[in-house]
């Protein structure tokens, strides 16, 4: 099999993974002459973001999509009948650097199906980058999916070569990875991310010191699979929080579930809306950035699943009118993080500007603030809301996009 077939396929088999890029767009070429520019994923470029915002191209790409576990929402899974590649080290590392000297890409995802061992397969992986590393002074980015089975010693190599470290999570309960990923031990995925937290930890107090071994300096993450099982956004969220708090995971990536060819009667025969994704990222930014914990981000009194229609501060603000309307010249930072349309660099910005003026309904426009979305829940010079609106029945109504007709699903 020729280089080109193999990047086609283990390029497309990586596309699956969302826990380095950014996901969600539709799917456009020029291959008709007509236009400029692509987002076809086939041949494996994507896009990331480096630890201070810079936007990087990575190539992303599997070492190889045979596999011997039979997880039932992988396309690469043993049973699947799909065509089978392998690269070998050599030329994971010569298409790194062809596509790099090309400018097409500054770093590398690697990840890959197991083969023959988890420890084999983890060595594989580390044997790229090492070479990219040691051989050819790769400065580029780089980043490794972990093995949880693999060894200690593994682990830590990896962790000298790579900037960033994941491992799949993959579901958001322990029955559900029982019942679609039976030979995954969610034990042994915890434990790997403990140790990659040590080791982090290790790293970071051992800063400044020229002779202690680097370590992913950009953390650890992970991914989600949404919608292959029948978990609610909150059990997702509690999860999401969990790591959190127990690995201080850099992020946790939402990969909305596909149906794969031949899949399996366990799984759902459609895929989520991508809507949801992007909600229980929104959800996973309120948990980060904003203060929410997360049992109070989807409705209590609910089936556990975040609105579709509004985003979830908007939807937590409609069942807490009793804390609006908040004087914007007043409140804490705490209190003006849970305002509808506010984001961290806008409440950032109204303390500063709070120290030296009273700010003014006209003043949100130049915070970029959506008035529409603030106005009702706030108080400033020269506003207050209509006494009535805050216990409105309609307010949510006004709130809401408007309805836009659906397409037809066939
Ligand atoms: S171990 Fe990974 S590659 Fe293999 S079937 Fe499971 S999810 Fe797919």
New binding site residues.
Partial sequence: MNLQRKLAILADAAKYDASCASSGTATRDSRDGKGLGSTDSGMGICHSYAPDGRCISLLKILLTNA?N???LY?I??ASSNVPRARFTVEEAVQLTLDFYRRNYIEGLFLSS??IRSPDYTMEQVVRVAKCLREDHHFRGYIHLKTIPEADDALIAEAGRYADRLSINIEVPTETSLKTL?PEKDVRAIRRTMGRLRLRLDEAQESAGDNRAPRFAPAGQSTQMIVGADAASDQTILQTSANLYGSYRLKRVYYSAFSPIPDASRNLPPRAPPLLREHRLYQADWLMRFYGFDAGEITDPRGDGMLPLDIDPKLAWALRHRERFPLDVNKASREDLLRVPGFGVRTVDRILAARRVTHLRAADLARLHVPRAKALPFIVLADHRPAPMLLDSNRLAALLRPPARQLGFEF
């Fill in positions: 596999c576990y039979d997880c992988c690469n899974r199906g197991i990923a």
